[in-house]
């Protein structure tokens, strides 16, 4: 059973730094794109980076060059720091990715749980 696990969340003040991580488990063939949304109370969860397999990358306009979007794939790892931090960037975080599975090798999206990133003016 393939899980993704998110860490790193928390509380910071304004203008400070958070990294945070997804890892997968379990028993797969290959990750492809992999992305970090975020849904805030009340809202729709939206992208805020993602990444191919191959490294290339996209951001939303709102955190282009604050955060920073990464991956390991010898570790099957996510990552995201975030940098320079506003009170709007307040939301649950979530990690996605495309992973191969089963005999067939099918693609199947998988979502991790979420972790909470607070921030505070």
């Known amino acids: 059973q393939v899980q993704l696990v998110e860490s790193g969340g928390g509380l910071v003040q304004a203008g400070g730094s958070l990294r945070l991580s997804c890892a997968a488990s379990g028993t797969f063939f290959s990750i492809n794109a992999m992305g970090w949304y975020r849904q805030a109370p009340g809202k729709q969860r939206d992208l805020v980076a993602a990444?191919?397999?191959?490294?290339?990358?996209n951001y939303a306009d709102s955190v282009k060059g604050r955060f920073t979007i990464s991956r390991d794939n010898a570790k099957n790892t996510l990552y995201l720091q975030m940098t320079s931090l506003k009170p709007e960037d307040t939301a649950v975080y979530y990690c996605k990715a495309d992973l191969r599975v089963g005999f067939n090798q099918r693609e199947y999206t998988y979502w991790g749980q979420g972790t909470q990133v607070t921030v505070s003016s």
């Open positions: 990444s191919t397999r191959g490294g290339a990358t």
